[in-house]
């Protein structure tokens, strides 16, 4: 919990009695390496912090694997904008090797965002870091 707790201070600035809750939320969850997490139409029901361990995410293209990025510690994993937005992923999260997690359920990240703002403030800044992440790679893309 203390890396978690670290990672999300390094975001936005938390008052102590409030991350102590949130972060009390989180479960440990530990998976082997090769197991698939999450399949095209599945809604991501989970938001994982890396305790350990490498994952990727990927999608098939006229059989083809294309990797869109790893997740690896301390970072998150999961498919944030399915869960985020509880619409079906349209690609594979899978774990490359044996990997442990903290995770957090939809409903209680919601419900826990609702009643404290410096939680929803730093949610809305790591999609704001993704949002960057992903326009910076399309950038990349489209210069090649």
Known sequence: MKDLKIFLQDIHTIDENTLERYVSLWEEYQLPRKQTMR???QIEKYFYFVLDGIQK?????KGKEHIIAFAYPPSFSGIPESFFTQTPSR??????????FLRISY???QQFMLEHRAIETTFRKITERFLNGVVQRQHEIMAL
């Not at 995410?57 to 293209?61: M, N």
């Not at 690609?91 to 442990?100: D, K, M």
């Open 107 to 109: 409903r209680q990240h």
């Open 91 to 100: 690609y594979y999260l899978e774990t490359i090797t044996e990997s442990n």
């Open 57 to 61: 995410s990927y999608f098939f293209h």
């Open 39 to 41: 399949v095209p139409g």
